[in-house]
């Protein structure tokens, strides 16, 4: 008997959370850190980067972070309670050519990005499989499956939230629009 085994799979959880209230709370936090000249040059190539916070209105924070990212775990191993809480939120705003580098967020357990405005031609969210030996070109010439690509694309629009694991590689393309791509990235640890 054949069988074809898939191992080392990177599982995104992507979920809606259409709140034009909420998108105006965190674009709120982002003037007024902009207007403070506050900010953090963290993955970001031009754009900006807020400060981390670490609290956060009590229903955003169930709503946007928690709650979706409880979903996420149950899905992942629904035998299991597990709790979650709030490790840390920044707010990106990128450009025209604004981009943010490869990263990960090593430390968390789960990280995410809510997007709050996303302009067409605004770059995608990028993964970038571990495996080093994925960028080997032979691989695009001979195998036409996901466990032999070196990236996965993603085109965010408004209202869209992705979780993943934190240790997953990621970047965003530059931003070819000249309007603001904004979006939140978030960190949850598992207790």
């Known amino acids: 008997m054949e069988q074809t085994i898939d191992i080392f799979k990177t599982t995104i959880f992507k979920s809606k959370i259409k709140n ?5 709370y965190f674009l709120n936090l982002l003037k007024k850190e902009q207007q403070n ?19 956060l209105r009590e229903d955003i924070l169930r709503n946007v972070f928690l709650d979706p990212g409880k979903n996420f ?47 067409e031609n605004s770059g995608r969210l990028v993964f970038q499989n571990g495996d080093l030996s994925k960028m080997s070109s032979i691989n695009f010439d001979y195998f036409h499956s996901e466990n032999y690509y070196a990236r996965y694309f993603i085109i965010p629009e408004k209202f869209d939230l992705y979780l993943f694991p934190s240790e997953a590689f ?12 904004i979006s939140v990235a978030f960190n949850l640890k598992v207790f």
């Not at 900010?39 to 980067?49: A, D, E, L, P, W």
């Not at 393309?173 to 791509?181: A, I, K, Q, T, W």
Request: no cysteine.
């Open 20 to 24: 034009q209230k909420y998108v105006k």
């Open 37 to 55: 000249n506050k900010g953090k040059k963290i993955s970001n190539v031009g754009g900006f980067q807020s400060s981390q916070y670490t609290t």
């Open 73 to 119: 775990i149950e899905k992942l191993n629904p035998k299991k309670t597990l709790n979650l809480t709030l490790g840390d939120f920044w707010i990106n705003s990128n450009l025209n050519k604004d981009y943010n580098l490869l990263h990960n967020h090593f430390g968390a357990t789960i990280s995410g990005i809510y997007y709050l405005e996303v302009p």
């Open 170 to 181: 990621h970047y965003v393309e530059p931003n070819r629009s000249f309007e603001n791509r």
